[in-house]
């Protein structure tokens, strides 16, 4: 069982995705925004971020900047209804991208091929 954040500024969407997480049987955490994803992973430890990209406050790529910045190396998949964009996180890069909507099925998918790829020490 993996510790999963899911950050969506939707809440209508954060706790649907939060409920099918919870479906594949991984413990769940949830924020609105960067910052308050940032103010979570404070207290909890987690084992993969699931992050929206576009959200007010601070977005997915802010997040990701932030997190890798500070040497974080979480994986991160990031969801959006506008498509991958190019060049939105600079250097750094997603473990896995999701186009939304997507399927029970789709996130499944990204979320198991995600944690099979992290080394576990």
Do not use: W
């Amino acid at each position: 069982m993996a510790c999963v954040l899911v950050v969506d500024d939707e809440l209508v969407v954060r706790d649907l995705v939060m409920r099918m997480v919870k479906i594949m049987r991984h413990q769940v955490y949830g924020a609105e925004n960067g910052v308050a994803a940032l103010s979570v992973l404070d207290k909890v430890p987690v084992d993969l971020i699931l992050s929206d990209l576009r959200m007010p406050v601070m977005d997915g790529a802010g997040l990701l900047t932030a997190l890798r910045t500070q040497g974080d190396q979480t994986p991160f998949i990031a969801m959006s209804g506008y498509g991958r964009q190019t060049g939105m996180f600079g250097i750094f890069s997603v473990d896995d991208f999701i186009d939304k909507p997507f399927m029970l099925s789709d996130l499944t998918a990204a979320v198991n091929r995600v944690l099979a790829s992290k080394v576990t020490v």
